[in-house]
């Protein structure tokens, strides 16, 4: 199993900047691709961003490509999500998943507890 502990989050102006970071702890972190999701209040949860075990695929939502960047360090086993020009639409709480591609299945296994982010207009 992995633990994943996400941080990073807070309250910011339109148009500021975030940076969310997903610690693992557990097995090896290669071993995951790993994505961000968000859940807004009274939505369903959402996928925002995910990023290959090796760091060489990411893939975006489309209303945050080109602000937001899912980036990885294996050898920190940490996965970040740079947000930028953020907007009030944005806000939610952001969680942090991971994908053990050993089990062949595609599907997101374990969560964090998510940390909130709030936009103000």
């Known amino acids: 199993q992995v633990q994943l502990v996400e941080s990073g989050g807070g309250l910011v102006q339109a148009g500021g900047s975030l940076r969310l970071s997903c610690a693992a702890s557990?097995?090896?972190?290669?071993?995951?691709?790993m994505g961000w999701f968000r859940q807004a209040p009274g939505k369903e949860r959402e996928f925002v961003a995910s990023i290959r075990w090796s760091g060489d695929g990411t893939y975006y939502k489309d209303s945050v490509e080109g602000r937001f960047t899912i980036s990885r360090d294996n050898a920190k086993n940490t996965v970040y999500l740079q947000m930028n020009s953020l907007k009030p639409e944005d806000t939610a709480v952001y969680l942090c998943?991971?994908?053990?591609?050993?089990?062949?299945?595609?599907?997101?296994?374990?969560w964090g507890q998510g940390t909130q982010v709030t936009v103000s207009s």
């Open positions: 998943a991971a994908d053990d591609r050993t089990r062949g299945t595609g599907t997101w296994d374990y």
């Open positions: 557990g097995r090896t972190f290669s071993r995951y691709n």
